[in-house]
Nanobody, 125 residues
């Protein structure tokens, strides 16, 4: 079993910043493509960002492309999501997700093997 634990969520004013972390247990972190998803009340879970195993490639949904940065530190078994210029529309529970398979569809929820418990991000006007 592998566990992923998110942290760093909280309440922030519009225009502010937060840095989310997702720490993984085990010794196989480098085998995982890592992603961040989010889910707002009453809405479907949606893709936010993804990063390749080496950290060489990153992907973002259009609405966060210029504001969020995903990164990973394989030595620390941790993936990060730096969120700048936050908007009320970013309010959601943020989840990290991991997969070691070769399915390259980053936005497909069913393709992921593991999920964290989520961390709440609330952006006030």
């Amino acid at each position: 079993q592998v566990q992923f634990v998110e942290s760093g969520g909280g309440l922030v004013q519009a225009g502010g910043s937060l840095r989310l972390s997702c720490a993984a247990s085990g010794r196989t972190f480098t085998t995982y493509v890592m992603s961040w998803f989010r889910q707002a009340p009453g809405k479907e879970r949606e893709f936010v960002a993804a990063i390749s195993r080496s950290g060489e490639n990153t992907y973002y949904r259009d609405s966060v492309n210029s504001r969020f940065t995903i990164s990973r530190d394989n030595a620390k078994n941790t993936v990060y999501l730096q969120m700048n210029s936050l908007k009320p529309e970013d309010t959601a529970v943020y989840y990290c997700a991991a997969k070691s398979n070769r399915d390259q569809r980053m936005v497909v929820i069913a393709s992921y093997d593991y999920w964290g418990q989520g961390t709440q991000v609330t952006v006030s006007s």
